[in-house]
């Protein structure tokens, strides 16, 4: 399942025209030859070319109007914990299988905190229902994929999402540089190599 973003454009993808603040536009979802893929269009095209017929587009999907904003300057960097929405977007980044459920928990607390909004939803061929989101101030859209969960298991996941949020999202390579390194440093000292060795203890542990 493809879950990456789909940012915003800056201007309308027919006539080129850059989109001022504030100012209305109608998004078209649809399917590309390998990936989901947006289309964003001024109020001009989409009276010319779509509104009588919107579906038209091969692989549509859906369709919405959204309000442009200039988006604001990038934050300075830090170093912090992961919040909800940092953390669904690197779980949907790294379109792991195994986040499914995770990710539909965050973005239920993301949707119910309305940092994002639900703009649609779509069966799959195979039954199950696809959730289109959109953030609320930059505009990104990304799916999620609904697990139907049962109520049995509701707690399992939110654990695993408490403690994400907790510590973190540790993939596997970011254990590589350590283990290629390790052996150059051996001589540094053994309290040394134990304090290294803990990352690797703690995604056994997480895995377990």
């Known amino acids: 399942m493809d879950w990456h973003f789909r940012s915003r454009s ?10 001022e603040d504030e100012q209305p536009y109608h998004t078209i979802l649809f399917r590309g030859m390998e990936s ?3 289309r964003d269009i001024c109020p001009g095209c989409w009276i010319k070319n779509h509104k009588a017929e919107p ?6 999907i859906s369709n919405w109007q959204g309000v442009y904003e200039v988006p604001p300057p990038p934050p300075p960097e830090a170093i912090q914990k992961d ?17 499914t459920e995770a990710c539909f928990i965050l973005a239920v607390m993301l949707e119910r905190k309305r940092v994002i909004k639900n703009k649609d939803q779509v069966r799959q061929p195979d039954g199950k229902r696809m959730l289109i989101y959109e953030h609320t101030k ?39 540089p350590e283990e290629e390194t390790g052996e150059g440093e051996a001589e540094s000292g053994s309290a040394e190599s134990d304090d290294e060795s803990q990352p690797e203890v703690a995604a056994a542990a997480d895995k377990a």
């Open 10 to 19: 800056h201007q309308c993808n027919e006539c080129e025209a850059a989109f």
């Open 36 to 38: 989901l893929e947006r």
């Open 55 to 60: 579906g038209k587009i091969d692989g549509y």
């Open 83 to 99: 919040n909800a929405e940092t953390l669904l977007k690197k779980m949907i980044e790294q379109n792991d299988p195994e986040h």
């Open 138 to 176: 930059n505009g990104d859209v990304f799916t999620i994929l609904d697990p139907a969960l049962k109520l049995t298991d509701l707690g399992q996941v939110q654990a695993k999402v408490a403690e994400l949020l907790e510590h973190g999202l540790n993939p596997q390579t970011e254990t590589l």
